[in-house]
């Protein structure tokens, strides 16, 4: 009886075969051209949702937020830029502009007249009170 393997978990983002190495930039260096993703928490309390989204070097005028029903969408223009300058001499000067957007839907429809949104240090904090009356229906099938 051979002895036995530990367990290991697949990561695509970094488990990727040897043949496509050489073809994708690694995944740990994020250049400043690349896009901003907006990353997501959501939790279910059984009157609301609450969202906690990143949204680093954004400021809060430039956020919107929709909501249809149980669709949700975060959007934001984004301005980085980034001057390396060496004895007041510009070396490299770059820059993004843009938008990122994230949509996501909710079990349940949200009550749009009482959500709150709140944006500090980089996070926008949603809260989303799940709107009365708007149980599944099931259809009978004929």
Do not use: C, Q
């Amino acid at each position: 009886m051979g002895t036995l393997k530990p367990l290991t978990l697949f990561d695509p983002a970094f488990d990727v075969p040897s043949v496509f190495k050489g073809l994708l930039p690694p995944m740990w260096m994020e250049t400043e051209s690349m896009a901003p993703v907006i990353k997501l928490d959501v939790e279910e309390a059984a009157d609301k949702f609450m969202v906690k989204a990143d949204m680093p070097g954004v400021t809060k005028d430039d956020i919107r937020v929709d909501v249809d029903g149980n669709r949700v969408t975060i959007s934001a223009e984004v301005r980085r830029e980034k001057k390396d300058e060496k004895e007041g001499k510009v070396l490299r000067s770059e820059r993004y502009y843009g938008a990122m957007t994230r949509s996501f839907t909710l079990p349940t429809e949200v009550e749009f007249a009482k959500a709150e949104a709140k944006y500090a240090e980089g996070v926008l904090r949603l809260t989303l009170p799940k709107a009365k009356g708007s149980a599944a229906h099931r259809v009978e099938v004929h």
